[in-house]
């Protein structure tokens, strides 16, 4: 199913409508409607109905064997045992494609799995492709053509460079009615409930079309997750964007979606991380979409730190226009002295000539004022892009200032951004829409699609770098059954076989044993209890610290006995572990893994002990990680600067921590399908030179006591 | 300049224009168009133009002085110099109010500034007040009534419950501009320069009015702190809301403004903490504004939790309110038994009757399913709002579904919230503006002006109980000369004396009184340098910790020396501070005093150490706080659970934190004009029972030379 070459399916050569008919109001006569009256498609047409001789006007056929040609594509609107059977014959004819409308297959249970199942075997057997169920279909708009029952169709027509793809039919119809703020969307595909085809399908195919520039991708959850990752890594190979919104991000979000299209949705932290790392432009609403994939489709340059210019005739918007690119990070430029002449020359006195430029409303009584010194903003040297945000419809004026903004754009080599700010819609407004210059609606959205332009900028010049040789971190089978955990003593003897380093320990059975062994480390040690039960050690009073003397070691010993048997009276102690204590003031950082059920294993870095839970302050990759993505990995983190040394604070041992992270990120890739999660947390890291090792571990995974057999501790192995 | 009643400014009983004219492109002009055709005035209206014998077919007057009555109200449209002269005449004469469109008056300096100043003393002697200027005036719309020159008065015209206060015109205009959405605005004065009348006096004026239920603000800087702190405790204590948008939470944003309208911005963070303290409804962007003030003005319940229920009809359009929703921390709602029977017998067995509904598309067939079910989710007895996010324009369809949402509400005892998410704006979209019920543009924006109520209701429930007794954190004077620093010694015996414990500590000039000193405190002790220009210890090696010994003591000394005389070869040494050690194992957090030059002396309260700056983890308050407050303020933290103990870490002497905070805050109170800023880090926390105590010290202020001086270090007055 690595085929995604879906042209016959976009822009098949003929096509036949299953379900053909002449009622306006059903399924199959919108779909039919759609595709004569409103479509300009030059290919052949069968209408298929076996009850009726002529369908809109048409020779109706009686099933798809009578057609004189087996057609590329069928379009299915009848219900779904019909449905089922009528794919089955394609299948065997040599169909290729199929649009299948219909719903229950699933979403509700029952004989409706059944159907499921057997459309899945005629994809398997034949190589027939599906679109649906449960969808509105395909709207190719670039060529005029709807395989689609929705009665939208006709009024979204506006062709252009943006390809979209969504797994539900509301929410993608809501995109493409941006066409009436002056979007072009060139192609839709809802690919409903994706029983064979995905949206991961659609960007694949998209990312290879000339005539989609941007590609947009609405996902309530990700059926496959190395298929999405194949197609991510695809767009981002070829230098097309991908701009995603995944829902997903709390539980009710979460349950909500699945029980719309039983879409697993799994970390949307996780999910964040990974479309980061493969280049795709998450957003966080809806309407975020587009605002950005336009602003991408407009084909900028790729700048590291790109500098732009706010251009507008209000005080307040300029103050208000700067305030939120500043608080976003981004850099206004600075006017050279050329166009800070013309400014001074052309505006009044009392204007703002600076950037952001406030022209005052002078430019109300003479509008060519825009055109000269406008113009001369988008011309200066250090400006990439100019955001002109309008606060308020003045009727004519405002249409006269669009008139304006069209003008010099199209001389400009940098693009102008118009953001619409009032609810009035006037002829200005109007004019931008049927100009191809679809304006945003709020600064705060501009500044957002801004930054993610920006973003994206970066990673095409950094990100890119980090790319995965190997896709390694998606989940390869399905998993079963429930992980077993393996506790400290155990998961360390394991790392340390694997070449990472850990502090030295032995387990004591006896206060004399423990006194033994930290006279062989050497004062002063760490007591930790062992028992197959025993999860959080620190949470039963399990741990002591800093035992410096025989005396102490003998002490910390009756007190954790105590302490656990008081906390779980029934679990047996297996032993306490004596461990070499690390140098104080080390930072306490922490490394992860955990396997996502879309995404695969993930590992993760952070700031560890108990400000994790505090301040989440984490970064994450797929595997593997190499030494410069585990240093890009640290600078991520907000804690960065603790690493770095600041206010007196040593220079951690950052190399030996980069090194680490490569180890365990090694040590994944090899256990792959054995792995659940782990957790070294705290991860000591000293200064520099002083190394950096986990304190703590705890490895979850399947059979892993096979694993950990030959490793058993054997006395004095230290 | 205390009095707010600005009725006969509102609703003159006659209102005299200067500078009136028949040039339907001048202000005068404007203003006499504005007044006499689409304003409903009933009071007397003079048109005063010494040059006209007639304008707008009225007689002209020839100066104020010549006027049959005193009006209430002077209109000012007329250069600056000749403004001035009349406004002169117009105090002398009582007349009470003026609107001043003019430009001119100090924006650009020179002559400007010395209207200016003539203007204030007009203002201070006659007690006439005046809004402006540089200003387009005020818009009475409740009452038809405008003092504007704006050519847009006539289309914004739609009476209604929010009040609205800018300083600036564009920005005010863009709100004024959401009555196509179906906004009502009653009343809307821009400030311009606030030369006397600001914000904050409208803000005072409007709470105490009838005909508005919400106030909104929009900032570009608060000119005087104290007032506006008045203003919004008056809103505040009669139950009225203000929602503000402030500019400046960036260097960008704050330089435009102060550009713009000449405006002092202080800090953002602590402008937000004063806005939160008062109940002030803070959002982000202006479009948020009427979202969040709309809502408030259909004056919902407060509740402490409420719970809200969505209701739509696409599966992918529930999934994406839900996720906001959850992502926003707020609960929806589980519907009663009899609800989801209504939902059940109503809806298809494919539709989702639990929260959030999603009726299918089903409801295309058959509208009338809308006004049986949603009527039943609004009577549901957990529901307290009900958002209908509608993601397409169907035209008809939609403008069907429109008609069932407004009936229903007009029923309902609960609100429900329209979202209208298309940017196609067909007759479904008119007729929810031309209701009433004003859609919100996305999601995201509804669930964030819904997240605003239901803090709104919690602020009063709870947060009005913390309201201050006296307000005592705004600037009482003018600060010209730079503040001093005191180091930490002397800050430290100061603190002591006011009450406020700190470690036992004492100044060595000799290696042998250093040992001396620790004998008295006993081991271990710390070393820190003292130097009148040395303020960053750690920083230049001047601090040694955990010295246990005579030894360990006197090589630090020999450290420090070296250190500081490396890093500050031309620094004078005073002594090294030996001070009792805190025992290990205690939280580091700060507290901090800062001077906001807008909202005056500050509290601040956070995770200290080197983990301030990295997560900025931090609570505030204006003075004084209470025990209450000071618990509060804790609770607000991130870090909070690192005070009450987790995952195996003690519970922290909370008790000692707050009492600590309160006795910092007495400490500010009783030194009000001497403190600039003090910074308490770390602060160390203890066990429970162990107390919390600051471990270094900062003060700044002015005089605090005089104010040391008794309490210089006296050998062995420890």
Redesign the interface.
């Known amino acids: 199913m690595g085929d995604q070459n879906l042209s016959r399916l976009v822009s098949p050569r003929s096509v036949a409508v299953l379900g053909a008919s002449d009622n306006p109001q059903s399924i199959g006569g919108r779909a039919v409607r759609n595709l004569l009256e409103f479509s300009a498609y030059a290919g052949g047409v069968y209408l298929v109905n076996p009850a009726r001789e002529i369908v809109a006007g048409r020779r109706s056929w009686p099933d798809i064997e009578s057609l004189p040609e087996i057609p590329d594509l069928v379009v299915v609107a009848v219900p779904a045992a019909a449905a089922v059977a009528a794919l089955e014959r394609c299948g065997q004819l040599g169909v290729r494609f199929a649009v299948l409308f219909t719903?229950?297959f699933g979403?509700?249970g029952g004989e409706g799995r059944e159907y499921a199942d057997r459309l899945l075997k005629i994809v398997e057997s034949t190589g027939m492709r599906i679109l649906g169920p449960n969808c509105p279909g395909l709207c190719n708009i670039n060529q005029r053509i709807g395989f689609t029952f929705s009665?939208?169709f006709r009024?979204d027509l506006s062709a252009g460079p943006v390809g979209l793809a969504?797994?539900?039919?509301?929410?993608?119809?809501?995109i493409?009615?941006?066409?009436?703020?002056g979007v072009g969307i060139g192609l839709w595909a809802s690919t409903g409930n994706e029983l064979d085809l995905q949206v991961a399908d659609f960007i694949h195919y998209m990312a290879g079309k000339e005539d989609i520039r941007v590609i947009v991708a609405?996902l309530?959850g990700i059926k496959d997750g190395p298929r999405f990752m194949r197609a991510a890594r695809y767009a981002a190979r070829i230098g097309k964007p991908v701009v995603a919104f995944k829902?997903?991000?709390?539980?009710?979000?979460?349950?909500?979606?699945q029980?719309?299209?039983a879409s697993l949705t799994g970390s949307a932290d996780i999910n964040s991380a990974v479309f980061r790392q493969l280049g795709v432009v998450e957003v966080?609403?809806?309407?975020e979409l587009i605002d950005t994939a336009w602003l991408l489709s407009r084909g900028l340059p790729n700048q590291m730190k790109p500098k732009i210019a706010v251009y507008c005739?209000?005080?307040?918007?300029?103050?208000?226009a700067?305030?939120?690119?500043?608080?976003a990070g981004i850099e206004?430029a600075q006017f050279s002295a050329p166009t800070s002449e013309i400014l001074g020359c052309n505006l009044p006195?009392?204007a703002?000539i600076a950037n952001?430029v406030?022209t005052t409303t002078a430019v109300l009584k003479d509008m060519s004022i825009i055109d000269r010194t406008l113009i001369a903003v988008c011309n200066d040297p250090e400006v990439s892009l100019v955001l002109y945000p309008m606060?308020?419809?003045?009727g004519d004026v405002t249409e006269a200032t669009v008139r304006s903004i069209i003008k010099v754009n199209s001389e400009s080599r940098v693009p102008i951004i118009p953001v619409w700010?009032?609810?009035?819609?006037g002829p200005g407004y109007q004019l931008l829409a049927a100009s191809g210059l679809p304006p945003i609606?709020?600064?705060?959205k501009a500044v957002k699609a801004i930054k993610r332009w920006i973003d994206y900028g970066s990673w095409q010049k950094e990100g890119k770098r980090e790319f995965m040789p190997k896709m390694l971190s998606a989940p390869e089978f399905v998993i079963e059954d429930a992980p077993s955990v393996m506790g400290e003593f155990q998961a360390k003897r394991w790392l340390r076989h694997s070449g990472i380093e850990i502090p030295r320990c032995e387990i004591a059975a006896s206060p004399e044993a423990a006194i033994s062994i930290a006279s062989k480390l050497g004062y002063p040690v760490v007591a930790k209890v062992v028992g197959e039960d025993i999860l959080?050690k620190?949470?039963v009073?399990g741990?002591r610290l800093g035992l410096a003397s025989d005396c102490d070691l003998e002490n910390a010993w009756n007190e954790i006995h105590a302490n656990v048997q008081s906390s779980l009276p029934e679990t047996h102690i297996d032993g306490i572990l004596i461990e070499a204590m690390a140098p104080s003031g080390g930072l306490e950082m922490l490394i992860g893994l955990s396997r996502d059920p879309v995404m695969g294993l993930i590992i993760t870095c952070g700031l560890g002990g108990?400000?994790v839970?505090?301040?989440k302050?984490v970064s994450r990759r797929m595997l593997p990680v190499d030494y410069e993505q585990a240093s890009a990995m640290l600078k991520e983190l907000?804690?960065y600067?603790?690493l770095t040394g600041?206010?007196?604070?040593p220079r951690r041992d950052i190399a030996a921590l980069c090194h680490l992270l490569v180890k365990v990120s090694d040590f994944a890739v090899e256990h792959l399908n054995s792995l659940s999660e782990m957790d070294l947390n705290p991860v000591w890291v000293g200064r520099e030179g002083q190394g950096a090792y986990p304190l703590d571990a705890v490895i979850v995974g399947w059979g892993l006591d096979a694993r950990a057999a030959p490793l058993a501790c054997r006395d004095g192995e230290n």
Chains 1, 2 share one sequence.
């Open positions: 719903s229950g979403e509700g009665p939208s009024n969504t797994q539900g039919g509301g929410l993608g119809r809501n493409m009615q941006s066409m009436d703020r609405l309530e829902l997903g991000h709390s539980d009710y979000g979460r349950r909500a979606a029980s719309h299209t966080d609403d809806i309407d005739s209000s005080g307040g918007t300029a103050a208000l700067a305030d939120a690119i500043g608080l206004l006195a009392y703002a952001p406030d606060a308020l419809d003045y700010m009032s609810d009035r819609q609606r709020s600064i705060g959080h620190s949470d009073g741990v108990v400000y839970e505090v301040f302050d907000r804690c600067p603790l600041m206010r007196g604070q």
